[in-house]
């Protein structure tokens, strides 16, 4: 196992806020829970390699959303919400946070009162500001800040902008996002720029990613170079396969692939993240991918139905897993090797079983600690075609 560079010390928070199930024990230990439910969980399958921890497990999350409100006294606070409620924690820094983010959202907070700026009240539906959202290209240092707002109306707005932009220089974008729903959801359709482009980009696996305020981009950008790096690695590829990049998101992993393979088509029901695919392609002059927006499914059978091939098939589905159909689809459109990124070891090995009857064996079982303090692991696996699957 890699050398942990750290000193345990427990959150102050942990047992009000909720948000890290593990705060309580050492990173050790942590390493050791998650090892031992992924050979539970996988062994059967083929052996269960030790996991990749983080040489530094703290203040990795380049995305913070803060939720604002005020305590029963009626001073603001900002923070996160308890686990399974909407009662908000203050939080002025968090120990898997962005420092930097907690910084600014802090610096908000201060600012709130010499602009009379209330935080919006759920139960009497007074108040502006929302929630704050900052995001950190780690490789790059570009700061978003996105002010989620009840309406349109926002007071002394430029002012506040250069105030906070005097504060932190450093901040590239800022962003104010309309959410007037009585919705859990932090960002609302309606969005204005108020300095800057409107996005930040950031650089993963020597690739640059533009990412918007609604751009999925993974929260720990260190260890998911450690997870996609070992994804390329096992696909071994060698500049003749043609690739799909399944549940392709905005691209990453397909991007990525596409300097090593002949061709990379992805596949992603979200339209707008198909669009960024798109550009984060265009933006590292790649040419040899094609985005889809579509069900992965039907997308497979209807290649396999025309007699098209393909050699390699990445999938990084939800924590729900993929599906019986999915799994049907890869198995009738047959390629060599079949590269599963994981992100719930449960599914995972419930898909295992599913692909085992279509003759897709497990070679290699690679866990990776991305979200080091919570319960969550990730995991590659390679897979390869065997004679064996049902007739």
């Not at 005020?70 to 308890?82: L, N």
């Not at 490789?139 to 906070?164: C, D, K, W, Y």
């Amino acid at each position: 196992m890699e050398t942990i560079n750290h000193s345990y010390a427990p959150c102050p928070l942990a047992k009000k806020c909720g948000g890290c199930q593990m705060q309580n024990i050492s990173y050790e230990k942590q390493l050791n829970w998650k090892m031992k439910t992924e050979i539970g969980l996988l062994s059967s399958f083929g052996h269960v390699e030790e996991i990749l921890p983080m040489e530094h497990p703290y203040h990795y999350r380049n995305k913070v959303q803060a939720a604002f409100g005020t305590d029963r006294k009626g001073k603001i606070i900002s923070g996160v919400y308890q686990s399974g409620t909407h009662r908000i924690v203050p939080v002025d820094s968090c120990m898997i946070e962005d420092q930097k983010a907690d910084e600014i959202i802090v610096t908000i907070r201060e600012l709130l009162p010499s602009f009379k700026i209330l935080p919006y009240n759920e139960d009497t539906g007074r108040g502006i500001l929302r929630h704050v959202l900052v995001k950190r290209g780690f490789q790059s240092g570009e700061i978003m800040v996105v002010l989620v707002t009840s309406s349109a109306v926002f007071p002394s707005r430029n002012h506040f902008v250069e105030a906070l932009r005097k504060k932190h220089p450093d901040i590239t974008t800022i962003l104010q996002n309309v959410n007037p729903g009585n919705t859990s959801l932090v960002l609302g359709e309606n969005e204005k720029i108020l300095y800057g482009n409107g996005f930040i980009t950031d650089l993963l696996c020597g690739l640059k990613f533009r990412i918007s305020s609604r751009s999925f981009y993974q929260i720990n950008p260190i260890q998911t170079e450690k997870l996609y790096s070992n994804a390329i690695e096992f696909a071994a590829l060698s500049g003749e396969e043609i690739v799909i990049d399944a549940y392709c998101g905005v691209g990453t992993i397909g991007l990525c692939a596409a300097k090593k393979a002949k061709s990379v088509i992805g596949i992603e029901l979200e339209r707008a993240a198909v669009r960024n695919a798109i550009e984060n392609a265009k933006l590292n002059l790649i040419r040899n991918t094609r985005f889809y927006t579509g069900d992965a499914s039907d997308f497979l059978e209807e290649m396999a139905s025309a007699g098209e091939k393909a050699d390699v098939v990445f999938l990084d589905p939800p924590r729900a897993g993929s599906t019986s159909r999915f799994i049907s689809s890869v198995a009738v459109l047959a390629p060599e090797k079949v590269i599963y990124i994981s992100c719930n070891p449960e599914t995972l090995a419930r898909d295992l079983r599913e692909f085992s009857k279509h003759g897709y064996k497990a070679n290699k079982i690679q866990p990776v600690d991305m979200f080091p303090f919570t319960h969550h692991v990730e995991t590659v696996v390679l897979m390869t075609k065997t004679d064996d699957g049902e007739r």
